[in-house]
């Protein structure tokens, strides 16, 4: 089993920057597309940014594309979503998550939850008004 664990996450003002950062078990890791969700208080946990295993691909939902960039270091088994620009709406929880299988480059299901199968226990990030 990969095990995900997220860092970076904190409080700052409408405007800030953070970097969030997921570090994962494993020797595979290299070969696993990686994603970030997010979940605000009272709402669906929902898709945030993909990464293709060898990075030469980047997904973004449409509310954080150009504020957000998602990066991943395999020689160090570790992806990172550097968030700037922060708005009060991008508070949540945020969590890395893991998708082992072998995806065509069609592919378009990388916003769903259930296309990931390991989960990170999520950080916090709140970007206050």
């Known amino acids: 089993q990969v095990q995900l664990v997220e860092s970076g996450g904190g409080l700052v003002q409408a405007g800030g920057s953070l970097r969030l950062s997921c570090a994962a078990s494993g020797r595979t890791f290299s070969s696993y597309g990686m994603g970030w969700f997010r979940q605000a208080p009272g709402k669906e946990r929902e898709f945030v940014a993909r990464?293709?295993?060898?990075?030469?691909?980047?997904y973004y939902a449409d509310s954080v594309k150009g504020r957000f960039t998602i990066s991943r270091d395999n020689a160090k088994n570790a992806m990172y979503l550097q968030m700037t620009s922060l708005k009060p709406e991008d508070t949540g929880v945020y969590y890395c998550a893991a998708d082992p299988k072998v995806r065509p480059y069609s592919f378009t299901d990388y916003s769903k939850i259930s296309a990931y199968e390991y989960w990170g226990q999520g950080t916090q990030a709140t970007g206050s008004s």
């Open positions: 990464i293709s295993p060898g990075a030469g691909r980047t």
